[in-house]
Each structure stands twice: as structure tokens, then as C-alpha cells.
T-cell receptor
Framework: AQSVTQLDSQVPVFEEAPVELRCNYS??????LFWYVQYPNQGLQLLLK??????LVKGINGFEAEFNKSQTSFHLRKPSVHISDTAEYFC?????????????FGQGTRLTINP | GAGVSQSPSNKVTEKGKDVELRCDPI?????LYWYRQSLGQGLEFLIY????????KSGLPSDRFSAERTGGSVSTLTIQRTQQEDSAVYLC????????????FGPGTRLTVL
């Protein structure tokens, strides 16, 4: 079964600093990878996804992630964060061989931006 | 509506009572998913519908949990004889079709079992 590990439960960063949120997944076979963001008291919103093709994926709000098959990683990055990026971020994986319906999520990383 | 809606937004119930949680997917979306978000377990998949059928119920934690979908639209998640460990936020998502299509999430129903 697939599993996802988000190595940091909390990441505090100063405004305008760069940030990287780390995500590793368990399987070495083909996977689909996702990053979702959850703002306080809201549902999950898709930031970006990797299905195939270029390993560098660009998403909304200036975020990007790089798929690294050999490291089984899909780290999320942003070169300069804003106060509005304060939220919880979830990495998720699905298995295309099983129809890709079920998302398996990591435990989440709470990103706090300090002025 | 533009997005996935869920009702109620909050539900407080007593242990042993039954609850029903409702999800209205985005119009035209054929696939619908239920997830549960709790402090101890994080975000867990519960069940997935394609149309009115549920090909994957593997995440339902016990036979106290059931779900149905009617008319290829609204879905209801029912929890019978609620227990305190059922307290969580129940999230619904829908996608245009099953597979690699983006899942759009609703705001969730926060269930508290006293």
C-alpha cells in the first residue's frame, strides 16, 4: 500500500524568505503526486499535481514542486513567501494502476509565516 | 453552486446516536469521494463513488459506516451508533470523472461525539 511521509509537522518562516516543504512517498512504481493546501476553516485546494512528463511542476500562488523518482520525493518550494501562505499543506499520492481514485495523504505540514 | 457543499457544517451528537452527513458535488461531476480528517489519523480515504455505485469502500472503518449516492448526485454518509472515536471532520470531494481528474473538496462537516 502507498504511504506518504511529510518530514516536518511545522515550518516557521519569515515573510519573503524561501521555503521547502518535504514529502517522500513509499512506492517506486508509477504514481501520481499532489500538493493540497488547507486554509483555516476551509476545505482542501489543489496547489499542483504531477501525472507524467516534466519533473518540475508549477502550481498556483507561485509554488512549484520537483518529482524525483530515485529519491521518491516530491518537495514543495516557493522562493518568497507571504503572510497569506500561512496554512496547512498536504502531500498526497494515488496509484494509476488502481485507477487513481484514492488519494493517500501525508500527515500535513503547518506553514507559519512570521512578519 | 460553484463548489462542493456539505451539510451540516457542524454536528454534535451523543454517543450511540446515528448521524447523517450530506454532500452535494459539483454539477456534472460523476465521481464522489469521502475522506475523514482527525487529529490522530490525519486524512483518510473512506469510500469512492462512480455514478451511484461504490467500487471502493475499503476505507470505511467499520460496519457502522455506510454511504449511498442517488441520482448520480447527492451522497449521504451514515454513521450508526456513533462512538467518541468517530469525532472528526468528514470531507467530501468530487471530480469530473474517476482517475487522474482533480478532486475538488468541500468545506467539511465537523462531527463531535460526546
Amino acid at each position: 500500500a502507498q504511504s506518504v511521509t511529510q518530514l516536518d509537522s511545522q515550518v516557521p518562516v519569515f515573510e519573503e524568505a524561501p521555503v521547502e516543504l518535504r514529502c517522500n512517498y513509499s512506492s517506486s512504481v508509477s504514481v501520481y503526486l499532489f500538493w493540497y493546501v488547507q486554509y483555516p476553516n476551509q476545505g482542501l485546494q489543489l496547489l499542483l499535481k504531477y501525472l507524467s512528463g516534466s519533473t518540475l511542476v508549477k502550481g498556483i500562488n507561485g509554488f512549484e514542486a520537483e518529482f524525483n523518482k530515485s529519491q521518491t520525493s516530491f518537495h514543495l518550494r516557493k522562493p518568497s513567501v507571504h503572510i497569506s501562505d500561512t496554512a496547512e499543506y498536504f502531500c498526497a499520492v494515488s496509484d494509476p494502476w488502481e485507477g487513481a481514485q484514492k488519494l493517500v495523504f501525508g500527515q500535513g505540514t503547518r506553514l507559519t509565516i512570521n512578519p | 453552486g460553484a463548489g462542493v457543499s456539505q451539510s451540516p457544517s457542524n454536528k454534535v451528537t451523543e454517543k450511540g446516536k446515528d448521524v447523517e452527513l450530506r454532500c452535494d458535488p459539483i454539477s456534472g461531476h460523476t465521481a464522489l469521494y469521502w475522506y475523514r480528517q482527525s487529529l490522530g489519523q490525519g486524512l483518510e480515504f473512506l469510500i469512492y463513488f462512480q455514478g451511484n455505485s461504490a467500487p471502493d469502500k475499503s476505507g470505511l472503518p467499520s460496519d457502522r459506516f455506510s454511504a449511498e449516492r442517488t441520482g448520480g448526485s447527492v451522497s449521504t454518509l451514515t454513521i450508526q451508533r456513533t462512538q467518541q472515536e468517530d469525532s472528526a471532520v468528514y470531507l467530501c470531494a468530487s471530480s469530473l470523472e474517476s482517475g487522474d481528474y482533480e478532486q475538488f473538496f468541500g468545506p467539511g462537516t465537523r462531527l463531535t461525539v460526546l
